[in-house]
C-alpha cells in the first residue's frame, strides 16, 4: 500500500503578526530557504513522491508559483484550500479523496526535524505494522504541547492536548503516519473545548486500540516549532550553523530528488538556467559534480 503526504500550510499565522498579513508565515525564509522546504524534504527522505498541499485560499497562487507541479522536484503536487483553521485534525477530512485508500504522512508546514538516524526512523514507521506512529520530543515548556503521558517502561498511556499540569515532558512532533482508517476516526471527531478538531484525539483512539506507535527523539535531535518570531529567528541561525559549519544545505529538495534518482542533472541546469552567482545553483554544480 502506498503512503501519501499531507502538508498542512494554512491557518492565519496570528503569532506572526503582522509578518503574516500579507503572506502565508509557510512562505517565509528559514534561512536560504522557504519554510515549506523543510516539511516537503521530511516526506522526500521517507520516499513520499505524491503530496497534498493544504492552504488558504488567499495563498493558493504563491504556493502555485514557489512550487508548481513538484515536477522540478521529482515529485506530484495537490493543493486543497482549508477555508478556516480547524485543528489539526481537520486536514484527514480534507485529503480525504487525495488519500484514497492508501496509507499517509501528515506535516504540519511550520515543523524542521534535523538529525542523524532520522531517515532510519522515516522507514522503521512506514514499515510498521501498526495503524499509527508519532514521534516525541522532550520540551522545556510542556503546557504548550500535546503531551505524552507514558509508564515506567516509556510505553504511552495516554495524550493530553496542551494540559494544565503536565506529567511529562514528551511532547508530539507535527509528523504523524497513519493507515487508513485515520479518515473514519477523523469524521467521528467533535471539536475539543478550543473549538479545533484535535490530532490528540485521532492518537488517543489508536493508542486505545493498541495501535500506537511512539519513537522518542533524543539528545542531538532537533525539533523546531518555527510559528513565533523568536522561534523563526532561531531556526533561520540553526540552519545557518550547520550549513556553514558542514557544508551540507538541510532541505534542498533538489538535492535530495537527484540522490534519489527523481531528478537528473540536465532538469537542475535547466531549473537553474541564468542564475549564475547564485550560491544555492553553485551548491547543486557541487553536489552533482561530486557524485558523477
Same mark, same amino acid.
Given at each position: 500500500? !502506498? ?5 498542512? !500550510? =494554512? ?6 503578526? &503582522?509578518?503574516? %498579513? ?9 534561512? $536560504? ?5 523543510? #516539511?516537503? #524534504? ?13 492552504? $488558504? ?28 483553521? +480547524? ?14 485508500? +492508501? ?17 532510519? %526512523?522515516? #522507514?522503521?514507521?512506514?514499515?510498521? +505494522? ?5 514521534? *516525541? ?5 510542556? %503546557? ?6 507514558? $509508564?515506567?517502561?516509556?510505553? &504511552? ?8 499540569? &503536565? ?18 476516526? *477523523? ?23 493498541? $495501535? ?17 518570531? +523568536?522561534?523563526?529567528?532561531? !531556526? ?10 558542514? =557544508? ?17 542533472? %540536465? ?9 549564475? =552567482? ?15
Amino acid at each position: 500500500m !502506498a503512503v501519501k503526504g499531507i502538508i498542512l !500550510a =494554512g491557518g492565519s499565522g496570528t503569532r506572526l503578526y &503582522p509578518i503574516t %498579513k500579507s503572506i502565508s508565515k509557510h512562505l517565509l525564509p528559514i534561512y $536560504d530557504k522557504p519554510m515549506i522546504y523543510y #516539511s516537503i #524534504s521530511v516526506l522526500m527522505l521517507a520516499g513520499i513522491r505524491d503530496i497534498l498541499i493544504i492552504c $488558504d485560499q488567499e495563498n493558493l497562487n504563491s504556493f502555485k508559483n514557489l512550487l508548481g507541479n513538484g515536477s522540478n522536484f521529482g515529485l506530484k503536487f495537490k493543493y486543497k484550500v482549508q477555508n478556516k483553521p +480547524d485543528g489539526i485534525a481537520s486536514a484527514i477530512i480534507l485529503g480525504e479523496k487525495f488519500i484514497k485508500n +492508501d496509507k499517509v504522512c501528515l506535516i504540519l508546514g511550520d515543523n524542521i526535524f534535523y538529525g542523524q538516524d532520522f531517515q532510519r %526512523k522515516l #522507514s522503521k514507521a512506514i514499515s510498521s +505494522d501498526l495503524g499509527a506512529n508519532i514521534f *516525541a520530543y522532550k520540551v522545556a515548556d510542556p %503546557k504548550n504541547y500535546g503531551i505524552i503521558n507514558t $509508564d515506567k517502561r516509556n510505553n &504511552p498511556t495516554s495524550i493530553v492536548e496542551k494540559p494544565a499540569n &503536565p506529567k511529562s515532558n514528551w511532547a508530539v512532533t507535527g509528523l504523524y503516519f497513519y493507515n487508513n482508517t485515520v479518515i473514519e476516526k *477523523a469524521k467521528h471527531l467533535k471539536k475539543s473545548k478550543r473549538g479545533e478538531y484535535e490530532i490528540s484525539d485521532i492518537n488517543n483512539i489508536y493508542l486505545k486500540e493498541g $495501535d500506537l506507535g511512539v519513537q522518542y527523539f533524543g539528545r542531538g535531535f532537533a525539533w523546531l516549532d518555527t510559528g513565533t518570531c +523568536d522561534n523563526l529567528i532561531s !531556526a533561520s541561525q540553526f540552519v545557518e550553523t550547520i550549513e556553514k559549519r558542514q =557544508g551540507l544545505k538541510i532541505a534542498c529538495l533538489e538535492e535530495i530528488a537527484f540522490r534519489n534518482n527523481w531528478i537528473k542533472k %540536465k532538469e537542475i541546469i535547466k531549473i537553474f538556467r541564468g542564475n549564475i =552567482g547564485n550560491t544555492y545553483y553553485e551548491y547543486l554544480m557541487k553536489v552533482v559534480k561530486d557524485k558523477t
